[in-house]
């Protein structure tokens, strides 16, 4: 973090730690991973919460459409530059909310992140029998020597930046992706239904859900758009299917308010 904690521009009244949020990217995430974040946080009363400073720069460049043409604008600065204000206020932790621009981030930062990314893959694997999983092997019985599959459901940017292929495998995971219809059905939903402010039935959300997973032993949801269908979907999400903003929270409060 630049600066010495006796530097932070936040004042003393603001309890420690700190969490910073970068979000906008796009703004109804935002809003669904703090919602997520107040409902799960263990409080009674409003002093209990995390406090949290909040940056919607929902004018950051399009993380997937950078990825796909390097003549479009640079999303880099706007995301270096929200981190680095983050850790001169005085930010202990950062979240971004956003999983298409861990893509672009270098590996020394102002600000220590807790990885979207990282956080997800595990949390995938751990549903699909993996590595810290119920039962050591995939859904699909006892072989314990057989790799866990987890379809991965994304942009196309964070697809084909390979963050979450390169996380999952990491964490023993074999990576299962959408053929080309079904990778085109979630960009729709993405762009044409949660950015652009129109509805997706909940139905219409776990059906296309339910169509991609083929013989997978779990599922990730590695868009924060697709994390706000998910919040909605509440309990008829399926346990297998894992939504890694929910992932985030869940860490993030294991972080910042320690059993």
């Known amino acids: ?154 942009t196309d940017g964070t697809r084909g930046s390979g963050l979450y292929q390169r996380a999952l495998e990491a964490a023993g995971a074999q990576v299962l992706l959408p053929e080309a219809a079904g990778q085109a059905e979630v960009m729709a939903v993405i762009y044409q239904g949660v950015k652009a402010g129109v509805e997706v039935p909940t139905g219409d959300f776990l059906d296309l859900v339910g169509r991609l997973r083929g013989d997978a032993d779990a599922v990730l949801l590695g868009c924060t758009e697709l994390s706000v269908l998910a919040d909605q979907a509440g309990d008829g999400l399926p346990y297998d299917v894992v939504d890694a903003q929910a992932a985030l929270v869940t860490e993030v409060l294991a972080t910042l308010i320690p059993s």
Do not use: K
Request: contains cysteine.
């Open 1 to 154: 973090m630049s600066g010495g904690r006796d530097e932070r521009l936040l004042p003393d009244t603001w309890r420690r730690p700190v969490l910073g949020v970068l979000g906008g990217m796009g703004p109804a995430a935002t809003v669904t991973f703090l919602d997520a974040l107040v409902r799960a946080t263990p409080a009674a009363r409003d002093q209990d919460h995390i406090d949290t400073v909040v940056l919607g720069h929902a004018t950051t460049p399009d993380r997937t459409a950078r990825l796909q043409d390097d003549t479009t604008a640079d999303p880099v600065p706007y995301l270096m530059g929200d981190l680095e204000l983050l850790g001169r206020l005085g930010a202990d932790l950062a979240v971004i909310v956003c999983n298409t621009a861990h893509a672009f981030l270098p590996a020394d930062l102002p600000v220590p992140l807790l990885s979207l990314i990282e956080v997800g893959a595990r949390g995938a694997v751990r549903a699909a029998g993996g590595p810290g999983g119920a039962d050591g092997a995939g859904a699909g019985g006892g072989d314990a020597a057989r790799r866990p599959r987890v379809m991965l459901l994304a």
